[in-house]
């Protein structure tokens, strides 16, 4: 009910006319800027133009904004969206024994963020897995499950802080910078999808050829994945098919001198601590070393081999190519253009012979292009292998 | 690792708070304050909330602050005050008769027409030169002395005592929050020429803040008084009287308050009343007193320099009744003062009650109520009119000031004030010493929360000092409805006001209210006035008064009692339409068996000044009457 109540209107009232109706001038003043009444005022005015109903429906949408905010931060306060991936019985049946083949980022909750969780996120994440899995906790949780009269008492679940001891082993090694570095190297997603990787053999039991779709989408993702290993951020990315001559020139250019910090510690033959024979220690050391520089070698060469193998796709750089072509072409006619004022049917003649020769050139490119990969290939690995032996002399001298 | 964990880690946790890391700055010429994100007044490390601006040099040593103000008295020379109101002066702008107490204005030796404070200070020796390894062995293992301090100069421009008494507030506002400081907004005089702003904004970057907004002072009121924690009780659209009575000066603002948006109608300031003289008053009194209980001459506060000892004497009360004059404003009862020593080894304590009080300051009060009166009378507003009124200061925190505003000012006696809303005293919403602050803070806070991108970043330049989009339409007359009928009122019928005078423009206002019917026609119209408020006076002589009137009984002279009036100006349009959602009041109610329909009556008023009305039957299918009014 209102508060205030008008009376009844007089049978006998009838409308009065109105002439030339309008409002006193309005006069100007200066507002004081102050209040959100006042940043009200100034949406209406700068964004919607005086109009009430644009300002109301952008009111509305800041309301349901706000609204979807909320609830997305009623589960307390900001955990930068970690630690609520769903667990599965396999991840708490790991062993904690067996912590080097653990994945890391699976066991805090983290396999959607991977190498790209900050410092802050395994922070939270940490948290919550300890909160929910503390062995205090599971004690009291999962005692009175124990139904039968003869095991009253006894907790049936003996091992039930293993899935802690997994956590804080993930902790400990993602929160390390080192050990997350060696664990990154070699973490499994990585290696997995690794051994996907397009080889050269595949294309050549292939008709060798691969449209632009089938390019991008094959090799895009390989070089998102690898960039994460070069101490130069950021990497150029493959870009796409209207891509310039420059970002193609320049990512070609960077990922030819390619940086990585990948290393492969983690893979170590674990030395024998107890044993007290100082030989076969040294020699499980000097095995280990020679192991990781092999692969380290190993994975540079499957880099270079991964570059040559797109630089040969690359529709790109035919274009580029052709491209360059035409502009020297272009210069060379605009040079005679002037001197021969010949007929159009001899031109669309010779148009067609020039034609047939770019394609001849182009074919004559693309196999010297694969030559010349194949060449620096052997090259680099050739200069790996020199590389590799020097330090191994170096190490043994 | 484990040597780092070993004693815990230095750094701050990391859930702290969620407060907006901003502050609202009020840097006032005697006293500033702060205020963080939740516009709470901050005090500083000294525990005051009310920070003197002083600066103070005394050897090697630097003072901010109340301490800096107790250096007055025996190092008045190296004493800094009052440095903010020569802000972005030049030298030959301030004028140099006025001697005063504390270090003198001298022209800047180096830049031209720049006024600077010299000071005396002590300057570090330099360290000793380390003992060589080779050469003569030492006499002694124990290191060099340092050398004794040398006596040096040092010669400060406005800008740079601004800069070091703004870094102080930062670092004490830093210190409340554990954390950096983000933004802030500070107060500007509404006196201050765009070149004073200019230079205190260039003294606050230096100072290492971020200033979001200057904040005239007046604005800084009407962003606290215009929250909801301030004005639910109160309509939204109001006129509001600010009396800002400064520790040196006297600020009157008239706000037109209309749903958060505010505008000056008048403003006043002068510099020949405030805070000052109270206390020169109370001062005179207690020396008195002394005088006449101790029979120890002491004369203070006199145009002749008077005896070290009296001037000793002068600055010891001056502190002292800081005290008392919070008890006067705190509690009815007396209030003391009590100095030990006053003079010549003779302790003091002296008593002094409300009525007392208000008797002596009188005079200040009476000055403050005739520059009301004044501004009013200029502004053509009666004081009826104005539906509430906010103090700033702490002078105003004295209830006798409110009592008599009230009274000879000749407002209406059911004002709003924070007296009669309670909310001053216990550091409530009305505070006068921290409204300042807090309002900065408030509007720190509420710049903060836009982004900084897209739209938002538009809004964000709108509040630098200089935007032209502070100037805006407002309406010259009240706007509303009439529902006409055979009442025979001034008005011919209900009146429902919707946009009242000075409301900016576009302006869109709504009212929900009841239609009363008849059963046989539900037919109801209504007219749109454009009309003018006035009041009328109407004149009561006591002889006429019933004597049912106990409470004017006591009056001797004729009683002025103002009325609140509407005068139709102009007649807009008018439309009439039949409700069909009316419904017939049941139950034991006086307006049982009447017909009633609830409407919802919606008038915009656009930016070019025409009018579109549209009242609506609330509930499906009702229906819908509109005026349009072209501009």
New interface residues.
């Given amino acids: 009910m209102a508060s205030i109540q008008t009376n009844v209107l007089p049978k006998s009232y009838t409308l009065p006319s109105v002439a030339n109706p309008s409002i006193a001038g309005p006069s100007s003043s200066r507002l004081l800027p102050v209040g959100p009444a006042y940043i009200s005022h100034l949406r209406l005015t700068i964004h919607h133009d005086h109009s009430f109903e644009a300002h109301d429906a952008h009111l509305e949408k800041e309301r349901q904004k706000l609204e979807e905010l909320q609830n997305s931060a009623a589960n307390g306060d900001d955990d930068l969206g970690v630690g609520d991936e769903p667990e599965s019985e396999e991840l708490l049946a790991l062993d904690p024994k067996e912590w080097k083949r653990h994945d890391y980022y699976a066991v805090l909750g983290l396999s959607h963020l991977r190498y790209k969780a900050n410092a802050e996120q395994i922070k939270i994440a940490h948290r919550k897995k300890v909160l929910k899995h503390h062995p205090d906790k599971k004690a009291s949780s999962t005692a009175p499950q124990s139904t039968s009269s003869l095991l009253t008492g006894v907790n049936l679940n003996t091992n039930d802080d293993a899935f802690f001891k997994c956590i804080a082993k993930a902790h400990e090694v993602l929160t390390n910078p080192e050990k997350r570095r060696q664990y990154d190297s070699v973490d499994h997603e990585l290696m997995d999808a690794q051994e996907d990787d397009p080889i050269p053999s595949t294309f050549a039991k292939a008709n060798k050829s691969l449209s632009d779709a089938e390019f991008f989408k094959i090799f895009t993702p390989i070089f998102e994945r690898e960039s994460r290993f070069s101490k130069k951020q950021p990497m150029p990315m493959l870009g796409d098919i209207t891509a310039s001559k420059e970002h193609v020139e320049g990512f070609y250019d960077s990922w030819y001198n390619f940086d990585s910090w990948r290393s492969f510690e983690w893979l170590d033959k674990e030395i024998n601590e107890g044993s007290d024979n100082r030989d076969d220690k040294r020699y499980t050391e000097k095995k280990n070393k020679s192991e990781r520089a092999r692969r380290k070698k190993e994975d540079i060469a499957r880099l270079r081999l991964l570059v040559d193998l797109t630089l040969s796709f690359d529709p790109r750089i035919k274009r580029i190519k052709q491209q360059e072509k035409e502009a020297r072409e272009a210069k060379k006619a605009a040079k005679s253009a002037p001197a021969s004022g010949t007929a159009t049917p001899q031109k669309s003649k010779a148009q067609e012979e020039e034609e047939k020769r770019k394609k001849e050139e182009e074919e004559k490119i693309a196999k010297a292009d694969a030559k010349k990969a194949k060449a620096a290939a052997a090259n680099a690995a050739k200069k790996a292998r020199r590389a590799a032996r020097t330090v191994e002399d170096g190490a043994t001298a | 690792m484990a040597s780092n964990t070993q004693n815990g880690s230095a750094d701050p946790s990391t859930?702290i708070s969620n407060l907006p890391d901003v502050v609202g700055i009020n840097f006032g010429n005697s006293f500033a304050s702060i205020a963080d994100g939740q516009a709470e007044c901050i005090a500083n490390e000294d525990g005051e909330r009310q920070i003197a601006c002083a600066l103070s040099f005394f050897g090697e040593e630097m003072y901010i602050g109340s301490p800096a103000k107790a250096q007055l008295v025996k190092n008045s020379k190296n004493t800094i005050v009052g440095f903010r109101n020569l802000l972005g002066k030049k030298f030959s702008e301030i004028p140099q008769s006025q001697s005063t107490a504390s270090a003198p204005i001298i022209q800047h030796p180096e830049i031209p027409d720049e006024p600077a404070y010299k000071v005396e200070i002590l300057q570090p020796a330099p360290a000793p030169l380390p003992k060589s390894t080779t050469g003569t062995p030492a006499a002694s293992s124990a290191p060099t002395p340092r050398s004794e301090p040398i006596p040096a100069e040092r010669v400060l421009t406005v800008s740079e005592v601004t800069t070091i008494f703004l870094k102080s507030l930062l670092q004490s506002a830093e210190d409340f929050l554990g954390k950096r400081v983000q933004g802030a907004v500070i107060t500007v005089p509404s006196v201050f020429t765009d070149a004073q702003k200019h230079a205190l904004e260039k003294a606050a970057k230096d100072a290492g803040i971020i200033v979001y907004?200057l904040?005239?002072e007046?604005?800084?009121v009407?962003?606290v008084t215009?929250?909801d924690a301030w004005s639910s009780m109160l309509p939204a659209d109001r006129t509001q009287l600010i009396v800002d009575v400064g520790s040196s000066s006297l600020s009157l603002s008239l706000?037109a308050l209309r749903?958060?948006?505010?505008?000056?109608?008048a403003s006043t300031s002068s510099t020949s009343t405030g805070g000052d003289a109270i206390d020169s008053k109370l001062i005179t009194f207690f020396a008195n007193e002394f005088t006449k209980k101790t029979k120890t001459p002491l004369t203070v506060c006199s145009e002749t320099p008077p005896s070290t000892g009296d001037a000793r004497a002068e600055a010891k009360l001056r502190l002292a009744i800081e005290h008392t004059k919070r008890t006067i404003s705190a509690s009815p009862n007396a209030a003391t003062c009590s100095v030990e020593s006053l003079k010549d080894g003779v302790d003091f304590t002296g008593n002094i009650n409300r009525m007392r009080f208000d008797m002596l300051v009188r005079p200040i009060y009476d000055s403050v109520a005739r520059a009301i009166v004044d501004l009013l009378a200029e502004a053509k507003v009666d004081p009826h009119q104005v539906d509430e009124i906010v103090y700033v200061g702490g002078t105003t925190c004295l209830p006798g000031l409110d009592e008599h505003i009230g009274f000879a000012g000749g407002f209406s006696e059911v004002i709003n004030t924070p007296f009669s809303m309670g909310t001053v005293i216990g550091g409530g919403i009305g505070d006068p010493t921290t409204v300042l602050a807090r309002?900065c803070a408030?509007?720190a806070a509420?710049i903060a929360s836009?982004s900084s991108e897209g739209?938002d970043e538009?809004?964000r330049k709108?509040?630098e000092h200089g935007?032209d989009?502070?100037?805006?339409?407002?309406?010259?007359?009240t706007?509303g409805l009439v529902?006409?009928?055979?009442?025979g009122n001034e008005t011919g019928?209900?009146w429902?006001p919707l946009v009242l005078a000075?409301t900016?423009?576009?302006a869109?206002r709504t009212?929900?209210?009841?239609?009363?019917?008849?059963e046989e026609?539900k037919?109801?119209?209504f007219?749109l006035w454009?009309v003018s408020e006035g009041i009328r006076v109407e004149k009561i002589s006591p002889a006429k008064v019933s004597p049912s009137d106990a409470e004017d009984e006591e009056e001797e002279e004729e009683e002025e009692i103002k009325h609140k009036t509407i005068i139709k100006?102009?007649?807009?349009?008018?439309?009439?339409a039949e409700a069909v959602l009316g419904i017939k009041v049941k139950g034991p109610s006086k307006?049982a068996g009447k017909w009633?329909t609830?409407v919802e009556a919606t008038l915009?008023?656009?930016?070019s000044?025409s009018?579109d009305v549209s009242v609506k039957e609330i509930g499906k299918d009702g229906v819908v009457a509109t005026v349009k009014?072209?501009?």
Avoid: Y
Wanted: negative net charge.
């Fill in positions: 859930e907004q904040l005239e007046p604005a800084a009407a962003a215009t929250a706000l749903e958060g948006l505010a505008h000056i109608i309002g408030v509007q509420l836009l739209e538009e809004l709108a509040f935007s989009l502070v100037d805006v339409k407002t309406t010259s007359k706007l529902f006409p009928d055979n009442s019928g209900t429902i000075e900016t423009l576009p869109r009212a929900t209210f009841d239609i009363g019917l008849s026609s037919r109801f119209a007219e454009e100006e102009t007649l807009l349009g008018a439309a009439e307006d009633t609830t915009i008023v656009a930016a000044g009018v009014v072209s501009a």
